[in-house]
Every structure is written in C-alpha cells, then in structure tokens.
C-alpha cells in the first residue's frame, strides 16, 4: 500500500529545489541589474525597479559573442555527429558480437575516460600544434573525442544490449550479414538509446573549457565558456555581462534538458535493473 507523503516531505522538496535553483537565479537577477547595483546594500536585492537589458546588449555590441556561440555549436554538433557514429559501431560490436576480450576492451574504454584533462592536455597539444591545429575547428574535435566516445560506448552498449537477440537471429536466418543487420534491424531499434546519447555529447562538448582555452587561443576560434572567461572592463570585470552571457548560453540547454528529461535518465539508467 502506498503512502501518501506528508507536509514535510514538500516543505523538504521545496527548499531542495530551491538550494539547487539559487545559482542561476542569482545569476539571472544579476544579469538585469546596474551595475551599481551589483555590490553595496542593493546587491542582495533579487530584482529592483531599475532592471534593464544593457549588459544583454552589451554581450552582443561590446564581444563577439555571436562567433563564440557559432564556433561552441560548430564543434559541439560535428563532435556529436563523429563521437556518435564511432560509438554505435563499437558498441554493436561489443554487446552483439561474440569475441575474445570484450571485458578488456570497456575496461581499456572506462580508463581512457578516468584521465583527468590536465594530464594529457599537454601531449595532445604539442600534437596539435606540429600538425598545425591550432586555432581550428578540428584542433577541438579531436581531444574532445577523447571523453565523448567512451561515454558515447558505454551508453550505447547499454542500449544494443536491452534488443532482443531473437530480431538478430531472425535477420541471420533470412540470409543478413552482420552489417545489414545492424542497419536494417539493430540501429533502428536503437534510435532513442542513440538519441540520449547525442543529448549527453553535446552538452559535454558544449561546456567544455580547458582543451578550449589551451588550443583555441585566437578570437576567431574561441568557444562560449571561454570567450565569457575572458571577458574584461577597463577596471573591474564586467560582472552584469559576464552573467548576461551565462543566461544566454546556459537557456537553451536548460530547455533542451527539461524537454527531453525522460529520454536523459533513461539513457543513465538503462540497464540498472533487470527487465
């Protein structure tokens, strides 16, 4: 029999969603205010009636946020597009195909994504920069693969893993190879698991900062998290635009986040419990 919850449950709800939402509240309330009324006794006033839209539009007039916001989806959406494609074939492989050293493999797979970024920032950028990658699109695409596709693999093997092997079979009996069953049966299947994943690589490379703010170091190139880090004023830093900008990028995904909700914690939790 279920329980009903009682007041305190909502009263503890409440202050839960509350201490999650403070951050970005603060940050919204920020980005309208003066910036005299950033600091001194009105700076913890939530909204006043002074509010304006100056630091959006200085974003806008002052920076080249617009390019910021281009290269951010330029790179997040190609990144997507590779990591994705790469992962569902490896993951078809490793929980479809029977084979020696499938263990090894995700575990090879989980390491490479255990790095922390600060140790293999500097390899990978002497690499780039003898290649001549640098200030490029591609000088990002490629260390970003380095944490997108294994958590590309690991989300998708869960996924190839929940299709029923009786559909591949059934393919193999009528005469498919193992390519045409993977078009034909397996990936159409797999669509929504595939889905959630490209949801979770974009997000990751579009929040991205350090192999950003190392390797991509001319304007032209720069992505949103660092064009926002290197805003600067002639005295202080610009702090109504700096959280102007943050509005700005951070909207978007927090639309797109609550929008597809249900298919994101499905992709996490798939495979958690036993059907």
Known sequence: MNKKAGPMFYVFLIVFVFLVMFPFLWVLASSVKPVAELFGDRAFIPFTN?????????????YPFLKYLWNSLVVSTITTVYAVLVASF???AIARLNFKGKTVILGLVLSVSMFPQIA?????????????????????????TTFTLPLSIWLLVTFFRKIPFDLEEAAKMDGASPMQTYWRVILPLAIPGIFTT????????WNEF???????????????????????GQFTIPW???????????????????????????G????????
């Open 240 to 266: 109504g635009e700096v959280t102007a900008a943050t509005v700005i990028v951070t909207v978007p995904l927090v639309i797109m986040v609550l929008l597809f909700q249900r298919r994101i914690v499905s």
């Open 50 to 62: 002074n509010m304006t839209g100056e630091n959006y539009e200085s974003v806008f007039v002052n």
């Open 210 to 232: 350090l192999f950003a703010l190392t390797i991509n170091t001319d304007d032209e190139f720069k992505t949103v998290p660092v064009g926002i880090a290197m805003f600067e």
């Open 268 to 275: 996490l939790t798939s495979g958690a419990v036993k059907e």
């Open 90 to 92: 490896a993951a078809y």
């Open 120 to 144: 293999t920032i500097s390899p990978i950028y002497i690499v780039l920069k003898n290649l001549g990658l640098t200030n490029s699109y591609l000088g990002l695409i490629i260390p970003y």
């Open 198 to 205: 490209a949801i979770l690589v974009f997000i990751s490379a």
